[in-house]
């Protein structure tokens, strides 16, 4: 089931921002992210905030799901105020935003667009499971305006998407990724997990090689979590399955750097690698970056100017608050210059540009060229001026920033 809300302070009603969260608007990125909560059915590992028909009982449905959003599309343009704020980036996620299908995608972003505008190289992706498209969906998404799609693909091993519960045959991704292409999606990403216990090395292989046969120009590969409260942690709470081991998963990160690379995918994020600048995920560097976005949808996650805030989670209550005329913002949290700071270093970290080495303060200076001569950060960038991580520096990230937090 969907994990919990964190806690935090309350939320206004109205939704309003501090007038700090407001200055500045503008001149830093924006995006809008829409969360679509509604799943065929539940994959074992997954503790996202999404919901089965059987789960919900008939208390929402997508058409109750889209007038909702509508409305929370057009509380964020009133509590933003009159500032010009074009959407760079557009990005439906989920749970199974394909569910919807064309026309209600092709609803929600002509929404954003009427309402904020889209910047003219607007990134506008869509989450999609392999079995929930085709051929005549994908063209009406790309007249829709939509200019990237995201295929969950997980392995091409029959016994592994098995254990982690996803429906779709493993050639079922493979034959989306070309429809997407003949469609005429350039932007193309297939999403990986290794891990999963029964995988082997050669499983491993043969997923990356299967996913690379179909060209995409972007590939997110993640280790598997056990989620508390997945049927997955079920699993392995009762010795069916065993926990992935952590040395197990760093040949594996390893195994898919090589062969991404190979294919000329360079890493550009810890999990994530792209042909080049242009096949990168804007929308996710906007949130590593400390841009601003609008999180629309039960459960979505906003931030803007510093002000971070998170909706309800179960679209009933979502539905409910909107239709009284309420913010569907559960609680908040104003990030203090402390906690900017380790974010900034968390997650820059993670990308191939690293850190400047001007943003470090004087603990993480210090630490730095002992962890140079580790081999976790390298040095030339170092002695110009960045922290930036090594291949083994990446298998390490998580240890790296807490030694530069002291």
Same mark, same amino acid.
């Given at each position: 089931m969907p994990s919990t809300l964190p806690d935090g302070d309350p939320a206004p009603d109205d939704g309003s921002l501090p007038?700090?969260? +407001?200055?500045?608007?503008?001149?830093? *990125?924006?995006?809008?992210?829409?969360?679509? *909560?509604?799943? $065929?059915?539940?994959? #074992?590992?997954?503790?996202f905030n999404t919901y089965t028909a059987s789960e919900l009982g008939g208390r929402t449905d997508p058409a109750a799901y889209l007038t909702a959003a509508r409305k929370e599309i057009a509380l964020a343009r009133r509590v933003l105020g009159e500032v010009?704020? *074009?959407?760079?980036?557009?990005?439906? #996620?989920?749970?199974?935003? /394909?569910?919807?299908?064309? &026309?209600?995608?092709?609803?929600?972003?002509?929404?954003?667009?009427?309402?904020?505008?889209?910047?003219?190289?607007?990134?506008?992706? /869509? !989450?999609?499971?392999p079995e929930s498209v085709d051929p005549q969906m994908l063209d009406g998404l790309l007249e829709a305006g939509f200019t990237r799609i995201s295929f969950g693909m997980q392995s091409a091993a029959p016994h592994v998407l098995a254990v982690l519960d996803r429906r779709h045959t493993p050639g079922r991704a493979l034959?989306?990724?070309? !429809?997407?292409?003949?469609?005429?999606?350039?932007?193309?990403?297939?999403?990986?997990?290794?891990?999963? *216990?029964?995988?082997t090395d050669?499983?491993?292989?043969?997923?990356?090689?299967?996913?690379?046969?179909?060209?995409?120009?972007?590939?997110? $590969?993640?280790?598997?979590?056990v989620e508390d409260g997945t049927r997955l942690a079920t699993r392995v709470r009762r010795g069916e399955l065993p926990m992935p081991d952590d040395d197990v998963l760093a040949d594996r990160y390893a195994i898919a750097d090589a062969a991404l690379s190979a294919a000329g995918l360079h890493w550009y994020e810890v999990s994530n690698w792209a042909?080049?600048?242009?096949?990168?995920?804007?929308?996710?560097?906007?949130?590593? /970056?400390?841009?601003?976005?609008?999180?629309?949808?039960?459960?979505?996650?906003?931030?803007?100017?510093?002000?971070?805030?998170?909706?309800?989670?179960?679209?009933? &209550?979502?539905?409910?608050?909107?239709?009284?005329g309420l913010s569907p913002a559960h609680a908040r949290e104003t990030l203090t210059a402390e906690e900017k700071?380790? !974010? !900034?270093?968390? +997650?820059?970290?993670? +990308?191939?540009? #690293?850190?400047?080495?001007?943003?470090?303060?004087?603990?993480? +200076?210090?630490?730095?060229?002992?962890?140079?001569?580790?081999g976790l950060l390298d040095p030339h960038q170092w002695d110009a001026g960045r922290a930036v991580l090594t291949d083994g520096g990446r298998l390490l990230a998580d240890g790296v920033v807490r030694i530069l937090l002291g």
């Open positions: 007038p700090s969260a +407001l200055t500045g608007l503008g001149a830093r *990125p924006f995006g809008v992210y829409l969360h679509v *909560p509604f799943c $065929a059915s539940r994959c #074992g590992y997954c503790d010009d704020v *074009p959407a760079g980036t557009v990005f439906v #996620g989920g749970g199974t935003p /394909t569910l919807l299908g064309a &026309a209600g995608l092709t609803d929600l972003l002509a929404e954003v667009r009427e309402t904020f505008g889209l910047a003219e190289d607007a990134e506008v992706t /869509t !989450e999609a499971n034959d989306a990724a070309r !429809e997407a292409h003949k469609a005429g999606f350039e932007h193309v990403n297939l999403d990986l997990i290794y891990g999963t *216990p029964g995988e050669d499983d491993w292989r043969r997923s990356l090689e299967a996913a690379l046969s179909v060209e995409p120009d972007h590939v997110s $590969a993640y280790a598997l979590i042909t080049d600048r242009a096949a990168r995920c804007r929308h996710n560097e906007l949130y590593w /970056t400390g841009g601003d976005w609008w999180g629309v949808g039960p459960g979505a996650h906003s931030h803007v100017g510093g002000v971070r805030w998170w909706n309800v989670k179960h679209p009933a &209550a979502y539905a409910d608050r909107l239709a009284a700071y380790d !974010e !900034e270093l968390l +997650l820059g970290l993670r +990308l191939s540009d #690293g850190v400047a080495l001007g943003r470090l303060r004087d603990v993480a +200076l210090l630490a730095g060229p002992d962890l140079v001569a580790d």
